[in-house]
């Protein structure tokens, strides 16, 4: 396990306490450098505050940072002089609630409806780079949209990936695009066009369905078939 690996399995924090520590530490002259190679903080982690630091880490560091000033109290120290608003949207959160429990709740509400956010936000996204790479596979090769969108749930979105029978994992994404982009190719060359039955109502009914999730298996087991993966 890397060292990377491990730092982000284990329990993190904002880092509001250490930095409250270190802006303490620097107004009394204390080097810091030191303190924070003992506790394994990276002096970047510190003033970058949208990052995380280690809570094993943070803990450490304000132990070195007591021990240094010789204050014993010095955590009481900090939470006198803290100004809890640089907690940031934490602080705002908390101040809404009467008591320790009700300010979880709101907090994870909060959260929750952040990461409802951040999905709704990540959707958007993949929907709008999914129609931009349709249209390209039409304006350069012909293909039509319709037959694109065959494929939308692998091309939509990240990390469709494909198991094969030695283990091996391919990214489907990766293998649909190229055999699109194939696939138009041998038609521009052939001077052939590709024309799609027009069924209205179609795509409602079940049986379309059904053929749609057909054949978007049939471009990924052609191609896989075709270059022996």
């Known amino acids: 396990m890397t060292e990377e690996t491990r ?23 204390v080097s810091t450098a030191p303190l924070l190679t003992r506790a394994g903080i990276p002096e970047g982690d510190i003033d970058n505050r949208h990052g995380r630091i280690s809570a094993l880490a943070q803990g450490k560091l304000l132990e ?5 000033l010789g204050d014993n109290e010095f955590g009481l120290y900090l939470a006198e002089q803290a100004n809890p608003r640089e907690a940031g949207l934490l602080f705002y959160i908390a101040s809404a609630a009467e008591h320790v429990g009700d300010a979880l709740e709101l ?14 936000t990540r959707a958007q996204l993949d929907r709008a ?18 037959l694109t969108d065959l494929a939308r749930s692998v091309l939509e979105g990240s990390g469709r990936t494909v198991e094969l029978s030695n ?16 696939f138009g190719k041998t038609m521009q060359s052939l001077g052939m066009s590709v024309e799609l039955g027009n069924a209205e109502g179609a795509d409602d009914t079940a049986g379309a369905a059904e053929r749609a999730a057909e054949e978007r298996a049939a471009l990924v087991s052609g191609y896989l078939a075709a270059n022996a993966l």
């Open 107 to 120: 907090a994870n509400a909060q959260i929750e409806e952040l990461r409802s956010e951040q999905r709704a």
């Open 167 to 182: 283990g091996a994992t391919v990214d489907a994404g990766a293998i649909v695009r190229k055999l699109i982009g194939e």
């Open 64 to 68: 070195y940072a007591a021990e240094a």
């Open 129 to 146: 780079t999914y129609e931009k790479e349709r249209d390209y596979f039409q304006r350069q090769f012909g293909v039509p949209a319709r």
């Open 7 to 29: 730092r982000e399995l284990l329990p993190s924090a904002t880092g509001f306490a250490a930095r409250q520590a270190m802006a303490v530490l620097r107004k009394r002259n």
